[in-house]
């Protein structure tokens, strides 16, 4: 599933309801109001009555400063607001966890509590990152109950794939609030730590995926997650950012326009019709290396013998973009599984770019966290291990801070 891309606002939506409804994942909605807080924006929260029995108001009223509304009979609230003057003050509606139930419930445009109420009533953005467990999140209802909320204008903020409270594996994972707060900070316009606004910047990210035949492919197991960061990260510092993306599970960070691609091949063609006026390229895609010679117009069959598929090499994408007249500011990235500095050092002078970062690959492919070490013409500059999302504005501020050198 693809959800809609969501564009920077201006001017900046600081006026926030967040929704919680009942699920375990609500405790994770603390530290998600208390990121919100932290950006600069206002956080209204309104609980359910079965997200009571999980958090207790008196959690969210610390970290929001605001007392929290969980019933629709509730007279006047001593923050003077009942619910007409809370529908007109907020500017958005975040509901997070968003349980199977309540989106069922939205749906259907039931108004039977508070939250659902101003849910009905609305006429601001709705975001939802749903929370559930993967059998729930398949069950068809739920499937249908998503597409129309899709249909209806909603955007979904994940859910992510993982290991869940219940002890199985699979999507339903609510997105860490670090997650949804890189998501979401460009609509609230929080202070980028590096200023990139008038730079354009263009990423791959992800594994490519190469056809065997109809039904087969070669690919990796790249998630994609340390583009996308950058991509988040790019945004909130105010860049014109375009995402070249193969296949991954992850939400499209708000306010980058992506380009979604399969094969290496797709990805070097978009790359070169996107680069011509850009000022960095970051290539953080796990490109195949070979690609099967002639790919099978139809399913292969099974012969019992031992079977030879001819690989050819793909064009190197990174290498193509630096040896362009005017290229960007390159910055590669080296996943080894041995010799890390030997291996990067070499590729990034192989490659002519000036920043490569490095990583273990058994220590990066598919996580949240990650311990990098930047290579330059200077050495080499380890970072502490850290999120994704962190690294991703190091690297960042690392790569500006050089081309800005570079360029006096
Ligand atoms: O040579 P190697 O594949 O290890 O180099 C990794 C770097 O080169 C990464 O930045 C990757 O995105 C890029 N690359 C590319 N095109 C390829 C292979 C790798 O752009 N065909």
């Not at 011509?276 to 390229?281: H, R």
């Not at 990067?344 to 990066?364: D, E, F, T």
């Amino acid at each position: 599933m693809t959800y809609p891309t969501v564009p920077p606002r201006h001017p900046p939506l600081r006026r926030w309801i967040l929704g919680v409804s009942g699920g375990i994942a609500a405790y994770k909605a603390c530290e998600l109001t208390r990121l919100l807080v932290k950006a600069g924006a206002e956080v209204q929260v309104i609980m359910t009555q079965a997200a009571t029995q999980f958090v207790t108001p008196l959690t969210f009223q610390s970290l929001s400063g605001r007392p929290v509304l969980s019933h629709i009979w509730e007279p006047r609230q001593d923050n003077g607001m009942d619910h007409i003057d809370l529908a007109r003050w907020a500017e958005a509606i975040l509901i997070a966890p968003a349980s199977a139930d309540f989106l069922a419930r939205i749906a259907h445009g039931m108004a039977d509590d508070l939250l659902t109420t101003l849910v009905a009533a609305r006429s601001i953005p709705l975001y939802l990152a749903p929370a559930m467990n993967q059998a729930m999140w398949n069950n068809p209802a739920n499937q249908r109950n998503v597409e129309q909320l899709t249909l209806d204008g909603a955007i979904f903020l994940g859910p992510g794939e993982g290991q869940q409270a219940c002890g199985e594996t699979g999507m339903g994972r609510l997105l860490e609030p670090s997650e949804l707060l890189s998501l979401l900070s460009p609509l609230i316009g929080s202070k980028p730590l590096v200023d990139l606004r008038g730079k354009r910047i263009v990423l791959t990210a992800g594994p490519t995926v190469e056809a065997i035949d109809p039904v087969r492919t070669l690919t990796n197991i790249s998630s994609g997650k340390m583009g996308y960061a950058l991509a988040a990260a790019a945004v909130i510092s105010g860049a014109d950012v375009t995402l070249i993306s193969g296949p991954t599970a992850l939400s499209v960070p708000a306010g980058c326009h992506l380009i979604p691609v399969h094969s290496a091949a797709q990805m070097r063609d978009a790359v070169l019709s996107e680069i011509q006026d850009a000022d960095l390229f970051f290539s953080v895609a796990a490109v195949a290396d070979y690609t099967p010679e002639s790919p099978s117009g139809h399913k292969i069959k099974k012969t019992g013998a031992p079977m030879t598929l001819t690989l050819v090499p793909t064009p190197d994408i990174l290498a193509t973009v630096a040896a362009l007249p005017n290229p960007p500011f390159c910055v590669g990235f080296a996943a080894e599984s041995q010799h890390l500095e030997e291996y990067a050092k070499r590729k990034r002078l192989a490659k002519n770019i000036p920043l490569i970062v490095g990583n273990l690959a058994q220590r990066a492919l598919g996580r949240d966290d990650n311990e990098v070490t930047l290579f330059d013409a200077n050495g080499s500059h380890p970072l502490s291990p850290a999120s994704k999302e962190i690294l991703a504005h190091q690297i960042l501020a690392h790569a500006i801070t050089l081309m800005n050198t570079q360029s006096t």
